[in-house]
């Protein structure tokens, strides 16, 4: 027999649940109380790093009814909300979710809305990998330096390739100028 679960979830403490748990009875779905998971956490969270739904799907088995007042409450953008739902299917559970009229995303026509977010999930991603490419482009254009910083000044760089000129051994220049082989090596490898 399938058990029937609600998560509610709000992101302050200045809000309460009890309207999700209104609007899920009001939509004929009758979850006893102890198997209601409310909590308090921001949207920006995860779902599967949030406590309260992470215990959630402890409990959760094959055949279990997920319902939901919005598809928020799975995740914090399209592509979090797919990989719960995801998740959710394949552990066997159906998730309902009341904002899409109550369709069971698990069913052909829940997959079908289901394709539809999985392709703007895929646009958010395209978007972001666009935005961070335009972000490095226009910072190395203005001369920004990336990763780590170097370990050595640039005078110190010159002194290290003189050194190396010189024949002297990697690891006595490392141990003078206080830093590691790789360093050096580093500097001997860009002089080739």
């Given at each position: ?28 779905f009758?979850?006893?109380?102890q ?5 308090t ?11 309260g ?23 914090r ?5 797919r ?11 159906k ?15 829940g ?10 999930a ?10 961070t490419?335009?972000g ?7 001369g920004?330096?990336?990763?780590r ?8 760089q ?5 050194q ?8 006595q ?5 206080d ?14």
């Amino acid at each position: 027999m399938s058990r029937l679960f609600a998560y509610c979830r709000v992101s302050t403490n200045d809000q309460t649940t009890e309207n999700q748990v209104q609007e899920i009875a009001a939509a004929g779905f009758a979850v006893a109380k102890q198997r209601i998971v409310s909590e308090t956490v921001s949207g920006s969270v995860a779902a599967l790093e949030r406590q309260g739904f992470a215990k959630l799907l402890d409990k959760l088995e094959a055949g279990d009814i997920l319902v939901v007042t919005k598809l928020d409450r799975l995740g914090r953008n399209a592509m979090d909300v797919r990989a719960t739902v995801e998740r959710l299917e394949a552990s066997g559970v159906k998730v309902h979710c009341l904002a899409l009229g109550g369709v069971d995303l698990t069913s052909p026509a829940g997959k079908m809305t289901m394709q539809v977010i999985n392709a703007v999930a895929e646009f958010e991603r395209d978007l972001l990998i666009e935005r961070t490419n335009a972000g490095i482009k226009r910072a190395k254009a203005e001369g920004k330096a990336f990763g780590r910083p170097s370990a050595l000044t640039v005078a110190q760089q010159e002194q290290v390739k003189e050194q190396i000129k010189a024949g002297v051994a990697v690891a006595q220049i490392a141990k003078a100028f206080d830093t590691s082989r790789q360093t050096v090596m580093r500097i001997r490898i860009a002089m080739a």
